[in-house]
């Protein structure tokens, strides 16, 4: 089954304590991202990737590092968590070029983080 | 840089019937892709409808459609025929130059019985 997973789907964390969140996905997309959702203000991107060794910031990228490793994978680090950083993250991949399904994003499932 | 704009936080329809989501976007971009996703209450993001730019045909998936005014930046999304399982977040989004992706703030739509 094509999907994109997410781990873990909910964390709870106390400020500064490093932590990752994990993403893979199985339909050898180049494109991948990550955003986090808030009440309000939508889906803002924070990384994203072209390909492997490739990626480039978003809107927010402030507080948040990632890899790209290798292709299905592209984790999401919070170094120093800080309580604004509470929030719904998703990842997503797609494929980067045109056609039928070009650039049609397929996300995960979501990881509800809270840092107090 | 590029926007996009919902100006409906929430809006309502009676099932069975039509309703129009607005959105309004900017970008310096003469390629680039515009995205309807919906948001249920399970949180998943689901792929609603999509639209290249360099396309003047309007896309159509079964009961969705939308309106693409290129010069207005316009793209509105149409639900005929509106079900209750259409209740969800319904968010608009450019796919634009250097792969950058901007979402909307989005909308709220309840179908009502």
């Known amino acids: 089954e094509a999907q994109v997973t997410q781990n873990p789907r909910y964390l709870i964390t106390v400020t500064g304590k490093k932590l990752t969140v994990t993403c893979s996905q199985n339909?050898?997309?180049?494109?991948m991202s990550w955003y986090r959702q808030d009440p309000g203000l939508g889906l803002r991107q924070i990384y994203y990737?072209?390909?492997?060794?490739?990626?480039d910031k978003g809107d927010v990228p402030e507080g948040y590092k990632v890899s790209r490793k290798e292709k299905r994978n592209f984790p999401l680090i919070l170094e120093s968590p800080s309580p604004n950083q509470t929030s719904l993250y998703f990842c997503?991949?797609?494929?980067?070029?045109?056609?039928?399904?070009?650039?049609?994003?397929?996300f995960g499932p979501g990881t509800r983080l809270t840092v107090t | 840089a590029q926007t996009v704009t919902q100006s409906q936080p929430e809006m309502s329809v009676q099932e069975a019937e039509t309703v129009t989501l607005s959105c309004t976007y900017d970008?310096?971009?003469?390629?680039?892709?515009l995205f309807w996703y919906k948001q249920p209450p399970s949180r998943q993001m689901i792929l609603v409808i999509r639209?290249?730019?360099?396309?003047?045909q309007n896309a159509t998936e079964n009961r969705f459609s939308v309106n693409f005014q290129k010069a207005a930046k316009s793209f509105s999304l149409k639900i005929s025929d509106s079900q209750l399982g259409d209740t969800a977040m319904y968010f608009c989004?450019?796919?634009?130059?250097?792969?950058?992706?901007?979402f909307g703030t989005g909308t709220k739509l309840q179908v009502i019985p």
């Open positions: 997503a991949s797609s494929l980067k070029t045109p056609g039928q399904n070009g650039y049609e994003q397929y």
């Open positions: 339909m050898n997309h180049e494109y």
């Open positions: 990737s072209m390909n492997v060794e490739v990626t």
């Open positions: 970008t310096s971009e003469n390629n680039y892709y």
């Open positions: 639209q290249e730019a360099y396309k003047q």
């Open positions: 989004a450019i796919l634009g130059g250097y792969q950058k992706v901007t």
